[in-house]
C-alpha cells in the first residue's frame, strides 16, 4: 500500500530543517497560542527570557497549559487531528479502571479483607458480577473495563447504588483472596497492587535444590522461555501503563517530584544534600531532571503529542532512555516503602504512542529541533561559523552533538568503531509511519552509531530507538559523523585546530577491562565480557548468517556481579542455540560435499571433540523445535542449557551487594526469570584446564562473613564446571590517548583531572559528589590559546555507569561550552564556507578501495585512499580493516561480512593519501577481500599500535620473518635505512613462490638472506645477497655468522625482530643463550610480534587482544597488556604458551567458515579476484 503523502499545513517539508522555517513556525505557533490566551502567550515569553516571575509551580502550570496548545498545533501541522483525538480517546478510556482501583480495590476491599469470611463465596459474586454487567448498557467486551465501568456508573450515584457497590467491593475482596478470583483477575490492572519495598528481598529466587554450590535461580513458574535474539520484552500494554500513570500523584504541584529533582534530606534545604535509601544508594532523581511529574499529568488526560513534547524539555534523546535503560527516577520517588512509579515504562510508553501516529516519526524529528516549551533552545539557530569535533557517538556524543547544532554550530562526530550509512531515503523522505524505519532485531543493521548502546546494550532494549536518534542527527544540516576514527591514531587534538574546529570533545566512553589475574586466565574458553558482547551484537555473531567466528562452550560461568555481566550471561544462552544450530547446518552441508572423514582429518583433536559436541547439541534444539511445532508451544531451551551445565553469574559477595542489585535489580531479576543461576561468596583462584589446555573448571574460594560483617575468603574450594569463563570484573577509564600523546591532559590516578573554566583560566573542580553538582567541571587541563577540551559521559567521574547519565553529561556540558565561546558566538555563518568545509571533511575522513592485485595464489594487494587514516603512519603501526554490512552481499543466508582484520601498512603515500596493505587469505575474513570492488567505500581504522622505533644513532637492525614479515620491512625498513640505518633481512618460506615484488623488499633491506625450505633457491637480483635452500633460521644464522668471508655484519645488530609463528619465537629464545650468543655479541634487544586475536583494536576497549607476560627470571606472569597498544614485545617476556592458546579460542569455527567461504565460492559466480 502507497503510503500518503506529506502535505503539511503552511509549510513545505524541507522548511522545517533549516533555522529560517523553524522561526516562521514558531511565530505562528505563537500567533495562535495568543489568539487562545493572551496571559499564556505572555508568560510563555517571559519564560523564555528568563524574566518570568513564576514560581516553580506556576512554571509547571504554564508548561502544561502550553503543551496541550502544541498539541493541537502539532495535529493541525501535520494534519492528523482525527488520529490524535482517537489516540487520545483510546488512553483515557482506561482511566476509569483507575477510579475504580482507588475505591473499590483499595480503599474499600483491601480494608474489609479482616470480615472476608461473612461475605458470599466466590462463585456466587461471580454469577451475580456477570448478571449486572449484562443487565447494564455498558458498550465493552472487555471484562476488566466493563466491570470498572460498571462500578463507576454506580459511583455517579452512591445512594441509589448502595447495595450494588457493597456487593462489588465483595467481589473486589473475593477476586483479591480466592484462587479461582485470582486467577480470573490475574491480568487485570485493576488488581496490580503495589507491593512492600523488601530492599533485601528485592529479587525473587530460591536455591537450586541438590545443588553442590547453593546457586541461586529463579523458580520454575517465573521462568521466561526465550528464543534467539528478538525483543525479549514487549513492554507494558497501553492500559498497564496508564495505571502507572494515575499510580502517580503528581508532585509537581508541591515541588514534591523528587523523581525528577531528587529526593532530599530535608526539603527546602538543597545545603544538607540528597537522601540516600536503605541501600546506600544516594537518591539523586533523574539526571535529567525531565519533567516526568508534569509528562504523567498530561498522559493521564490522553494528550500523547503534549506528553512527548514535555519529556523533550529536557530529554531530546528519549530514544536512548526509559525501559530497560535508567531508573533513577524510579529509585527517587516519593513511595519510598511500596513499589514505585514505573516511570520508565510511561516514558517510552509516550514515545511509541508518539511514534505509532501517521508522521510520528517525523514530530518526533521536529520537537528535537523546535519545542516551543523549552526556556532555552526553543528553536534551532542558523550556523553561526564555529566548528565541533566531538571523539565518541555514544549517549554522551550524540547528545552534545544535538546541542550543539540547536545553538548553530557545525559539529562532527567521530567513532573507533565502523559506522554503516543510512538509506538515502530516509534521510530525505518524510516517514509515515515508524514500521518503515522498525527493524526485527535479529535481523537489524548494525550500524555501529551510539557506541556502548549499539554494542554494550542486550535485545532487552529496543535498538530501532537508536536509530531514530541516528537519522535526526543525520537531517541536521551542519553534522557530519564518520566511524572508524581512533582518537590518538587517527586524530589527535592538534589535527581539531588544523583542520579549523574551534572545540574539541572527549567522549570516547567505555574503559579498559580488567584482567583476571589467577592460574590459568585467559586460557582457551576465558575472554572478557566486552569481547564476547561486542562480537555478538556488533560482529553479527548472533545472526545466523554471519561469518563471524565466536566460539563459546557450555557450562558457562561469567565472574562479575555489575550489569555487563548479567546483560553478557543472558546472551551467551541465547547465542548457544544459535551456534550451535547454525553449525550443524552447516556442517552438514560441507559434509555431503567435501566428505566428512576428509573434513575430520584436517581438523585437531581438541576441535574434533567440540565439534561433535555442538553437533549432538544442535540436534537436540533442532529436535525440540520440531517438538514445539507439533504441539505449538515456544521451544524450551532452558531445559537443554540447564542438561549441558547452564550459565551461572559467580559474584565475590551476597547478591544484595553486587552493583547490579544496588542500581538496577529489575536487570537481575529478568536474568534470573531466562534460566541464569547466581553463585554468591566465591572469590576465583584458578582456571583448571582439559588435556587440551582448554578451560574446564572455575575453581574459587569460598568466601564468609567474618565477625565484624566482612567478607573473607576461607580455603575451601569450590569448583563450577566451566568450559566458557568470562570476565566481567569492572573498567578502568579511558585515558589511552594521555599514555600515547604524554602531557597532552592532566591525570588525577586514573582518571582525567577534570576542570571549570572561569575568566580564561583553568580551576580544579574538586568535590564533586554528583551528577547534579553545578561546578562538576566538564573541561580537561588543555589550555593553548584560546582553546579548550571538553570530558563527557563516562570519561567524566560523575557522569560514569549508566546510559542517562552520560547523556546529562552532554545536556550539562553545552552551556558551559557556550559561555567559554562566548565571544565568538552571534555571527551568521557563510553556508559556501560550510559546504566547502563539509566536503573537506568527507574527503579527509572517508576511505575507499582505490585497486586490488592478486600477487600469489593466496595474497591480495589492496591500495586504499584515506587521507586522514595515511596522515600519521608510522612505520609498524597498524589499521583494522572491514567492509561495509549494506554493501555486503548476501548469499545462500550468509553475510559476506568481515569481522575486523587487522593489517600493517605495507606502504603509505602522504601526498596521495593513500595506504597499500597485503592480505594472505588465511581466514575467511581475509578471502572476502577478494570480493571487494575498486571505489568501494571501507571501514579502515587506524593507525593503531604502536609505531617502531626508528633509532637516532645508527643502529643495525635484522629483521626475520616469513611472508607475514613483507609489510613491516617494506615500511620499517625503508625508514631505518633513510635515517642511516643498516638493515639485514632474513626471510624464510616453504617455497620461492611465496616471494612477491622482491625488488619492493630489496629497497626495504641493505642485505637480503632468502631462505626456502623446499625446492630451488630464489634467484637474487643483487649481489650482497643470499639465497639458501633446506636450512633451518637458526641453523643458517649460526652458520653465516661462522663464514667471515661473507662478510655480513650479524655480530654488529643492535636490534632484532621476528615474525612468524611461536615455534620461531622459542627455538630463538633457547638459541640466544646457546647457539646463536656468538652470533650477536651485543647481546641486541630482541621483538617478537604479538599478533594474535584482535577485535576493535582501539588500545583497550574490547580486550580481545589481551596478552600475559612474564618475569623473564622466574617464567611467572606479570600483567596482561592489550596487544594491538603493543604488537612488538621484548621477546623475554611474553608468556609464549599463553599466545598459543588465544590462537585456540575460536579455531574450530575458524575453519568451518573458511570451508564455508570456500563452498559458497564454489557453489555460486561470486566476482572476486
Known sequence: MTNPSLQLNGFAFSELFHATGLRRLDQQFLEQLQQKSTALHTQLLAYRQDASSLTTIETSELLISCAVHLEVFLARLFRIEEAVSIRQIQTTANNPLAVFKKYYVLRRAKKELARIDTFPEWSALNDWLKTALKDTPLQSDDPELATALLGTHYLANPDAYAAEIEKLVQWCARALTHAAGKAYTQHWSCFKLPTRLDFNHLVQAERAPHDPCGRLKAADAQLRKRDGFKLTDPRMSARDVQDQVNYCIYCHDHEGDFCSKGFPVKKGDPSQGFKKNALDITLTGCPLEEKISEMQFLKRDGYTLASLAMIMVDNPMCPATGHRICNDCMKSCIYQKQEPVNIPQVETRVLTDALELPWGVEIYDLLTRWNPLRRTQWCMKPYNGLKVLIAGMGPAGFTLAHHLLLEGFAVVGFDGLKIEPLPEMLLEEPIYRFAELKEALDERLMAGFGGVAEYGITVRWDKNFLKLIYLSLMRRPTFQVFGGVRFGGTVTVEDAWKMGFDHFVVAVGAGLPKALAIPGSLAPGMRQANDFLMALQLGNAAKSSSL???????????????????????????????????????????????????????????????????????????????????????????????????????????????????????ELQKALEEGIYYAEGLEPAAVNLNEFGHAKTLVCYKRLRNENNEWVATREEISLPARSILIATGTQPNTAYEFEHHGTFNRLNLQYQHYEAQDDKLTIAHGVENCKDPQFGPFTSYHKQDKRVSLIGDTHPVFHGNVVKAIASGMRTYPKILDLLRSQLGQTGNEAEYAQFAAKMETLFSARLISRTRKTHDVIELVIKAPLAAQHFKAGQFYRLQNFETLAPHIDHTLFQMEPLALIAADCDHAAGTLTFLVKEHSATAKLCATLKPNEPVSLMGPTGVRAKIPSEQETVLIIGNQASFSFLRSYGKQLRRAGNQVIYLGFFNHQDEVFDQEQLEQAADRIIWLTRHGRCLPTHRDQDISLSGHHVIQTLTELAQQKEIALPLHNSDRIFLIGQTDLFREFQTARATTLKHCFPKDPKVFAAVYGNMQCMLKGVCAQCLQWQIDPETGLRTKAVFACSWQDQPLEIIDLPHMDARQMQNRLLDQLSRWWVDHLFKQYAIEKI
Open 548 to 666: 563471524t567466528n565466536l566460539q563459546v562452550r557450555l557450562p558457562a560461568v561469567v565472574i562479575g556481579g555489575g550489569l555487563t555481566g548479567v546483560d553478557t550471561a543472558t546472551e551467551i544462552q541465547a547465542y548457544y542455540i544459535t551456534l550451535v544450530e547454525k553449525t550443524l547446518y552447516r556442517y552438514q552441508l560441507l559434509s555431503s560435499e567435501y566428505g566428512e572423514d576428509n573434513l575430520q582429518q584436517q581438523l585437531d583433536p581438541a576441535a574434533r571433540e567440540i565439534l561433535a559436541e555442538y553437533l549432538r547439541h544442535g540436534d537436540a534444539v533442532r529436535r525440540e523445535r520440531e517438538r514445539a511445532a507439533q504441539t505449538r508451544t515456544p521451544p524450551d531451551f532452558i531445559k537443554l542449557i540447564r542438561e549441558w551445565g547452564g550459565v551461572t553469574i559467580a559474584y565475590r559477595r551476597s547478591m544484595q551487594e553486587s552493583p547490579a542489585y544496588l542500581h538496577n535489580h529489575e
